[in-house]
């Protein structure tokens, strides 16, 4: 889960100045379209966890538990694959050799959402209850502190650049025939105290439940582990691209996942 895009060395392919206008509609069209994809799979997302849309399975059902978790590991397997390779700078260095640089970013949160739509649309409800909290100011405690963590991770998004996140600055420089800009190293509102405020939103949202069910507890450990697992990539990544001043701004500021590595 990455926080920034990592910038790649652009060359003068990259405007498309004087390239046609159908062209360049097509992809800011391609950037919106993405953008609404990768934000209907954070909205399914934060909707599933929050209890107002259930794991149902779509049209497969495994009756068997065993198998049904094998199953919901095996798509949390491919949304992890997903996610991590096409956010490594040589798959993104070798992807903009297909498609052009300002596509690159978008492509990453339509594949995501492409991937994460389906995770949840499939995944094999594990009914068993393994807690239940049954106060409904404690429940409504709990959902609040849900609602918070998702709201901080949205919060985030807009603290380093929402747009060129979710590749819709990139698409717009593309329409406009300019080259994608480098992406600055940004340390604004909770970054100053949280390196990976994003990350702390989404293990808020997945824990911060009045009710634990099998099925979520399996989602919330299984993407738990890729949090803690995806954080130690992201900040070797963040280390070669921003070099001594991340140094320094890891050495100021802790993260939401201590690892004993990153020190």
Aim: hydrophobic content about 50%; aromatic content about 12%.
């Amino acid at each position: 889960m990455n926080v920034t895009s990592n910038g790649l060395e652009q060359t003068d392919r990259s405007v498309l100045g004087a390239g046609p206008a159908l062209r360049r509609a097509g992809i800011l069209a391609y950037g919106a379209g993405s953008y609404a994809v990768g934000v209907a799979a954070l909205v399914s997302l934060i909707l599933v966890m929050l209890g107002v849309l259930d794991f149902q399975g779509g049209p497969v059902h495994i009756e068997s538990p065993a198998f049904a978790g094998l199953f919901d590991l095996g798509l949390l397997v491919a949304f992890a694959v997903q996610h991590s390779a096409m956010a490594r700078a040589r798959f993104k260095e070798r992807w903009v050799r297909i498609i052009h640089p300002s596509m690159e970013r978008s492509t990453y949160v339509l594949a995501t959402g492409a991937v994460l739509l389906p995770l949840l649309a499939l995944w094999q409800p594990l009914g068993t209850v393994l807690w239940s909290v049954g106060s409904p100011l404690v429940r409504g405690a709990v959902t609040g502190i849900a609602l918070l963590g998702w709201a901080y991770l949205f919060v985030a998004t807009f603290a380093i650049d929402h747009f060129e996140l979710f590749g819709l600055q990139q698409v717009w420089r593309g329409f406009r025939g300019e080259a994608p800009a480098p992406v600055p190293f940004r340390e604004r509102w909770m970054y100053r105290i949280d390196r990976h405020p994003i990350m702390t939103g989404v293990l808020v949202g997945l824990w911060a439940t009045p009710e634990m069910t099998l099925g979520h507890l399996l989602f919330a450990a299984g993407s738990s582990l890729y949090v803690v697992i995806g954080v130690h990539f992201e900040e070797r990544a963040l280390r070669r691209q921003f070099g001594e001043t991340y140094e320094a701004y890891r050495r100021r500021v802790p993260t939401i996942v201590p690892l004993p590595w990153s020190r």
